[in-house]
């Protein structure tokens, strides 16, 4: 199985500063059709996840573009250009591109 | 409205059995692979299995920690996916998500509310 290992665990962001969360599989997420398949969810408390981010650098819709994502290969970053409190909560990253389908173990972005 | 809704959640002891459902609307769920998510409390995501289109012979894959207990199935007459849970285990103690797979992006962009499920005796 792909792991998806995420740093920070934690991160106490100042509202208006960015925040950066990394992402790195254990394997090449590159799939055999060329695409990588890195997604990033975001779960504020008490609600199910939603997708912000896919194919490691794509905005889904409605999703603010202080958001951000880049990378390739075995490593990815989620970037948050100025957190609002809204912003609060844990983000996962997930791959599949090879079953089973892996999330990383959630950072959580929390206010100062 | 574009929405799931997991139901048939509860308590059941070990070994026993239960079955979720989880409604469709507002897409066309005929033509969407679904998947099953669950999330054990204060814990992380962990992804149970999926099954595909009509299309793709509604094939089925599992996680390894369910295989051989848990079987998807849907009725696209209903707009319905199923999660047929046999043989529980107290580590099979989470809430479910079902979630939609938007195909050529490999993505979740569809989820539920979840459904919790707790194995105590």
């Known amino acids: 199985d792909i792991v998806m290992t995420q740093t920070p665990l934690s991160s106490p962001v100042t509202l208006g500063q960015p925040a950066s969360i990394s992402c790195r599989s254990s394997?090449?997420?590159?799939?055999?059709?060329?695409?990588?398949?890195l997604s990033w969810l975001q779960q504020r408390p008490g609600q199910p996840p939603r997708l912000l981010i896919y194919?490691?650098?794509n905005r889904f819709s409605g999703v603010p573009d202080r958001f951000s994502g880049s990378g390739a290969g075995t490593d990815f970053t989620l970037k948050i250009s100025r957190v609002e409190p809204e912003d609060v909560g844990v983000y996962y990253c997930?791959?599949?591109?090879?079953?089973?389908?892996?999330f990383g173990q959630g950072t959580k972005v929390e206010i100062k | 409205e574009v929405q799931l809704v997991e139901s048939g959640g509860g308590l059941v002891q070990p070994g026993g059995s239960l079955k979720l459902s989880c409604a469709a609307s507002?897409?066309?769920?005929?033509?969407?692979?679904m998947h099953w998510v669950r999330q054990a409390s204060g814990k992380g995501l962990e992804w149970v299995g999926r099954?595909?289109?009509?299309?793709?012979?509604?094939?089925?894959l599992y996680a390894a920690s369910v295989k051989g207990r848990f079987t998807i199935s849907r009725d696209d007459s209903k707009n319905t996916a199923y999660l047929q849970m046999n043989s529980l285990k107290t580590e099979d103690t989470a809430v479910y998500y079902c979630t939609r797979l938007w195909g050529e992006n490999n993505a979740f962009d569809i989820w539920g509310q979840g459904t919790m499920v707790t194995v105590s005796s």
């Open positions: 194919k490691i650098s």
């Open positions: 394997q090449s997420l590159v799939h055999s059709d060329g695409n990588t398949y």
């Open positions: 997930m791959q599949a591109t090879q079953f089973p389908w892996t």
């Open positions: 507002g897409f066309t769920f005929s033509g969407s692979p």
């Open positions: 099954i595909r289109t009509k299309t793709n012979s509604y094939a089925t």
